[in-house]
């Protein structure tokens, strides 16, 4: 991906100085490559404009360097240029209607958002009014059915009106109702015509214009001319995972003045996320936000507490400190996110193991509290009998108190298998890697 340089750049500059010619130099590559996305240029020289001023003049941060800072910067104002806010999806009763031009993933996109809704819960049903592509609907209802979900279609009719209305109707007992409606090679107005019948007729919650990542800064103009016709609550860019175009695309929208709610990253129907521009530039930089980083992973690990760890000193009041400094910042899934090499791990873990981790770790804290100082410098102490006390003391059982030793166990073992240059790192990542998510 195009995008992936300007991780290089920031590399690059990161092994540099950080004066007013590394600062030019930094911005000018970040231009090149953003122009190479196909953002527009007039807003990457706006974004340059910022970035160099606030790179330059703002005042520095106590405990920051001016490189870090400048990356910060460069950071903030890249998930402001993309948006800032993570999108939000409603998990409830709803009619979706998607929209877009050939090809631009709209039949992929229905089953993906049905699986979406699927797996919060809710029963889902898909109507088929595309009565334009030959064999539209045979392509619809295997992907449907590939995911066990309900579709409907008259696979005869020529009037997606008509299907619309027979198909709410059969699928009125279902919470979230998504249309797939047609495409066309480019926007005209026989297009126009149908789907603002279509609007008229379904009324939807959510009127989502679907573009593929590849038409680049195209996707400003289709944003206007669907919101335009029928007044859009959104955009969703497909084929993230493929063009090296994405971030015109994304920047455009925005400018369009039409947010961006979820990206296809993939032809699979679990190939989706809601945006979040804060995840997509922690990605594309491969690192986390530098100065919640810096200032946080500070508190969360003193060099003098860490050289005590390595020795193998590591308590359970140590492992109980490292949970409170998790939790202070911020929801695990944040947490990881910060941590450089960890962003891409939250995307990976099953979305739904994290919550769970997180209440486990307030469990545990709660386990900690109930046990005596002693028995928290000296866990060796902590027999059966112990074990059943700490259990009533915190309201858990005491396969849980178990579970929580077997924890601090596995992470004293690794923290003694670690260099002290890899704790200094980013030890609180690896330490990470030594819970067991629960299953
Ligand atoms: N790599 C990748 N391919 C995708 C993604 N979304 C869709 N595709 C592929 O893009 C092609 C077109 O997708 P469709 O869902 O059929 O597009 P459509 O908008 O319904 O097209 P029409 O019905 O012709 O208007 C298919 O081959 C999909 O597998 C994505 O996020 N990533
Ligand atoms: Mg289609």
């Known amino acids: 991906m195009v995008l ?53 003049e703002e005042k520095l941060p106590a405990g920051i360097t001016r490189r870090e800072h400048v990356i910060k910067v460069v950071y903030d104002e890249l998930v402001a240029f993309l948006g800032a806010k993570k999108a939000e999806a409603k998990v409830g009763r709803q009619k979706i209607l998607l929209l877009g031009l050939f090809g631009a993933g709209k039949t992929t996109m229905t089953v993906k958002l049905a699986r979406f809704f699927q797996k919060r819960g809710l029963k889902v049903g ?19 059915a590939n995911n066990n979900i309900e579709v409907f279609g008259l696979p005869k009719e020529k009037d997606p009106v008509r299907i619309v209305k027979s198909g709410l109707q059969e699928m009125r007992q279902k919470d979230v109702v998504i249309v797939d409606s047609a495409g066309r090679s480019a926007f005209d107005d026989a297009l126009r015509k149908e789907i603002v019948e279509l609007n008229k007729i379904i009324s939807p919650d959510e009127k989502l214009l679907v573009v593929s990542a590849d038409i680049g800064q195209a996707a400003g103009k289709q944003a206007r001319e669907f919101n335009a016709a029928v007044g859009l609550t959104g955009v969703i860019v497909t084929k993230m995972d493929s063009s090296a175009k994405g971030g015109g695309a994304l920047s455009t929208c925005w400018a369009a003045g039409v947010p961006v709610k979820f990206i296809g990253v993939g032809e699979k129907a679990d190939d989706l996320e809601l945006y979040d521009p804060v995840r997509f530039v922690s990605r594309i930089l491969g690192m986390g936000d530098i100065q919640a980083l810096v200032e946080k992973a500070k508190t969360a690990l003193e060099p003098k507490k860490a050289e005590e760890m390595l020795r193998g000193e590591f308590t359970l009041s140590d492992f109980y400190e490292q949970l409170q400094a998790m939790q202070k910042m911020g929801p695990l899934d944040k947490v990881l996110e910060m941590i450089p090499g960890f962003g891409g791990l939250t995307a990976r873990l099953p979305k739904e193991m994290l919550p769970t981790q997180e209440q486990k770790m307030k469990r545990w804290k709660f386990m900690i509290d109930s046990m005596t100082k002693e028995e928290r410098n000296r866990p060796e102490l902590i027999d059966r009998s112990r074990i059943e006390r700490i259990a009533r003391g915190s309201g858990s059982k005491p396969e849980e108190v178990k579970e929580l030793l077997k924890n601090y166990e596995a992470m004293r073992k690794i923290l003694k298998k670690m260099k002290p240059s890899a704790l200094k790192r980013g030890g609180l990542g690896k330490m990470f890697s030594g819970f067991k998510m629960p299953r």
Not at 9 to 17: C, E, I, Q, V, Y
Not at 26 to 41: E, F, P, S, T
């Open 126 to 144: 898909i109507v088929g009014a595309d009565v334009w592509r030959p064999a539209a609907f045979e392509q619809l209802r295997q992907l449907a």
């Open 4 to 56: 992936e340089k300007l991780k290089d750049l920031l590399l690059a500059f990161s092994k540099r100085g950080a004066d007013r010619a590394e600062i030019d130099e930094l911005v000018r590559g970040i231009q090149r490559v953003l122009i190479q996305a196909d953002v527009d240029v007039k807003l990457v020289a706006e974004l340059a404009d910022r970035i160099r001023k606030k790179a330059l």
